[in-house]
């Protein structure tokens, strides 16, 4: 006999992810094209948009995996403030190790930022139950 789950998890779970992952990509594709023409970064290839729309998938396929083993709480409170930032700092070390691994040692793009705040934002689609 199965158990029921004591979380939700929504039934078109991908389609949130893939537009989580969209969203953060477009939002971080703005801010680097807006970013060349204030602050005289340099313009992003179609490759670092790429590069951007990769780390972004892989951040939040790290929090939705995340949010599978550890669903977030039905309220606000205490354990949300743990549960994120034991979810946001080992983000940052893996996306620095990405950074690395995509951009060298000489980075134009912060590519740890991006994956740690897309997993952020993938965390939060399986939710427990409020348990009365």
């Excluded at 970013?35 to 729309?53: E, G, M, N, Q, S």
């Excluded at 549960?83 to 951009?103: D, F, M, N, W, Y």
Aim: a neutral charge; charged letters at 15%.
């Amino acid at each position: 006999m199965r158990e029921t789950p004591d979380y939700y998890v929504p039934p078109n779970l991908k389609l949130k992810a893939l537009q989580s992952t969209l969203g953060v990509s477009l939002f971080f594709f703005v801010f680097y094209i807006a970013a060349h023409y204030v602050w005289d970064l340099p313009f992003p290839t179609p490759v670092d948009l790429f590069k951007i729309l990769i780390v972004a998938a892989a951040g939040v396929t790290l929090g939705v995996a995340f949010s599978r083993f550890w669903p977030l709480p039905p309220t606000p409170g205490f354990e949300r403030i743990v549960r994120t930032l034991l979810l946001v700092i080992p983000a940052l070390g893996v996306g620095i190790g990405l950074q690395l691994i995509v951009e060298g040692a000489e980075a134009s793009r912060a590519f740890y930022l991006i994956f740690a705040s897309a997993a952020w934002i993938g965390s939060g689609f399986i939710v427990r139950y409020a348990t009365d």
